[in-house]
């Protein structure tokens, strides 16, 4: 093995991705397979997950294991900690990636959005992370510690919502979340993390991002000029969990090809 396979490995670990059917979730889980771990994809849309399991198994490296999982209530968080802990005794990876938007203009924005998109978003987020602390105690070590990377978003970190309110809120209590953990879980040897996306190619993103023509139109709004693309989600994912990112806790990591230094004020410059 080479410096660089060492040092980005994840050979070996074992990881569990919630949401990981499509999208941001199924980018990572590739990228876990590919790099030779054991990777368990859950979502509510359990038969999907088998389906997308056996397509990854199909790749070789690690091995990948698909089935149901809600995160959306307390009765399903407790569902899925409980399958997580029958299948292995250690969690070397939990992706927090299951999310929700609810998008509708201001005055007619609903009640029910708010709860419905926190449940999923936050609170089942940080009661699975909860359910499943004794089994990332049971992965992490000083040299290697166990790893959480929770989804937040560039709309997170910006003051934007396009209609969608409650995801917009959700996202920065993700990421201040994702700080108060990191700091509470350094001294157990977990490291936790944040992706801050800005616009990929998934279901919640497909009414502006399911052609090739759509997708170029967003892009241009962003700085680097595209959406991002699985590699961009892989790098990333195999950075943080492998040896290279073991020492980076409390991280926001802005994988949003500028958008999140993007502004538009100008104060003194051609003033004239």
Known sequence: MTYIEDLFSVAGKTALITGAASGIGLMAAEALVRGGANVMIASRRGAECEKIAAELNALGGGKADGFAGDVSSEAGVTALAA?????????????????????????????????????????GLFHLTRDLLPLLDAAGSRADPARIINLGSVMGTQPIADGAYSYTASKAAVHHLTKTLAGELA?????????????FQSRMTAFATDTDEKAAKVGRRV??????????????????????????????????????????????????
């Open 83 to 123: 399958e997580v802990k029958a299948r292995t005794t250690k969690l070397d990876i939990l992706i927090n990636n299951a999310g929700l938007s609810w998008g509708e203009a201001l005055d007619k924005f609903p009640y029910k959005a708010w709860s419905r998109v926190l449940d999923v978003n936050v609170t």
């Open 187 to 199: 001294g157990r040897h977990i490291t936790v993390n944040a992706f801050a996306p800005g616009p």
């Open 223 to 272: 700085p680097i000029g595209r959406i991002g693309q699985p590699d961009d989600i892989a790098g990333a994912t195999l950075y943080l969990c492998s040896r290279a990112g073991s020492y980076v806790t409390g991280a926001i990591l802005p994988l949003d090809g500028g958008q999140s230094v993007q502004h538009g004020m100008s104060l003194f410059k051609d003033l004239d």
